[in-house]
């Protein structure tokens, strides 16, 4: 089943402007990361937040994480049209952190659209 | 960084006949590999894990004999299609783990189309 849930489904921004996707999970974690897919692409990992940590910067990304609620937040400043792409989240849920029955879990994603 | 490959990027196929998609990390030895389908648009689903030298363990809905899942060495993973039909079709992506690392590493991804 879909742990992580991304919302908005779509997105669509000016050049400049802030891009923010949420992700929404149903159980514990170990970790959660999120990346990215350009169209008809792999997928490119953005970063790493731990489940004891709450905020995470780097670069023009910053994410936040939040276990009470069990969501998640990614933002992108200055957004540029090479940022348009789907972007995921991705849950670690395995009862021992990357034990033998560590797998991630991914949400919808949200496709961002940048528009120079 | 590390960086894993596969291998067709695209293959077409009549209907009936079996694809091999091969994956490989490249500076870096995978002890475990995991293989994704993603339809248009949509999310990744995890179609199985392996690791080397055991049998691969597939999530619930996945058929064994369709998709057949080889990881004989820390550097590649084969996942072959049987008996391809149209409805296979989609984007097979895989990736990589090293040991003790809790990053992925993810393949340009396979466009299969079944004919």
């Known amino acids: 089943s879909q742990q992580g849930e991304e919302d908005p489904q779509a997105l669509s921004i000016q050049e400049g402007e802030n891009a923010t996707m949420n992700c929404s999970y149903k159980?514990?974690?170990?970790?959660l990361q999120w990346y990215r897919q350009n169209s008809g692409r792999g997928l490119v990992h953005l970063i790493l937040i731990r489940s004891n940590e709450r905020e995470k910067h780097s670069g023009r990304l910053r994410v936040t994480l939040d276990t009470s609620k069990k969501s998640s937040s990614l933002l992108i400043t200055a957004s540029r049209a090479a940022d348009t792409a789907s972007y995921f989240c991705?849950?670690?849920?395995?009862?021992?952190?990357?034990?033998?029955?560590?797998?991630?879990?991914f949400g919808k994603g949200t496709l961002l659209t940048v528009n120079p | 960084g590390a960086v894993v490959s596969q291998h067709p990027s695209r293959v077409i196929c009549k209907s009936g006949t079996s694809v091999k998609i091969e994956c490989r990390s490249l500076d870096f030895q995978a002890t475990t590999m995991f293989w994704y389908r993603q339809f248009p648009k949509k999310s990744l689903m995890l179609m199985a894990t392996?690791?080397?030298?055991?049998?691969?363990?597939?999530e619930q809905g996945v058929e064994k004999d369709k998709f057949l899942i080889n990881h004989a060495s820390l550097t590649l993973s084969t996942l072959t299609v049987t008996s391809a039909h149209p409805e296979d079709s989609s984007f097979y992506i895989c990736?990589?783990?090293?040991?003790?690392?809790?990053?992925?590493?993810f393949g340009p991804g396979t466009r299969l189309t079944v004919l």
């Open positions: 392996s690791n080397e030298g055991s049998k691969a363990t597939y």
């Open positions: 991705a849950t670690d849920e395995g009862i021992v952190s990357g034990g033998s029955n560590y797998k991630l879990t």
């Open positions: 159980t514990s974690i170990n970790n």
């Open positions: 990736s990589a783990r090293e040991v003790l690392v809790k990053e992925q590493f």
